[in-house]
């Protein structure tokens, strides 16, 4: 089984976030650069299929205009994939957060026949600390 999770633009960290984490303003356009590697994800789904093996693209999501990027943006550009391949995780680090965001991708992977991954880390350790 080959995972594999796509950053959406929504995972660009904020200036905010980098600031107040003393991280370079750099690591903005580092990351936007390379966290839309098509060819390389394509890659994987072709050696998947050659190999006879099972993989799976997982996209943290919060609301419908993620799902249009993942179509738009990416699936649009990749071959050899199908609906049952592609994971919808809800975005949260704490149950406050999943306990709206679950819903809300519930809902989507029903209407766009993508499949639901829970934050199962999330609800059995909690969220918010480093290791979960």
């Not at 796509?6 to 600031?19: A, D, R, Y």
Request: proline fraction near 4%; include cysteine; aromatic fraction near 8%.
């Amino acid at each position: 089984m080959i995972s594999m999770s796509p950053k959406l633009k929504s995972s660009t960290p904020s200036t905010k976030i980098l600031v107040e984490n003393n991280l370079n303003i750099k690591w903005q356009d580092k990351h936007e650069k390379i966290r839309r590697s098509i060819n390389v994800i394509q890659s994987f789904i072709d050696g998947a299929r050659i190999n006879k093996k099972d993989f799976q693209l997982k996209f943290v999501v919060s609301s419908e205009d993620d799902v249009r990027e993942i179509k738009e943006d990416w699936l649009e550009y990749l071959t050899g994939w199908s609906p049952l391949d592609i994971l919808l995780m809800p975005e949260g680090i704490n149950e406050e957060q999943l306990k709206i965001n679950n819903k809300i991708v519930a809902r989507l992977s029903v209407k766009y026949g993508f499949r639901f991954c829970p934050r199962l880390h999330i609800d059995i350790f909690g969220g918010a600390k480093k290791g979960v």
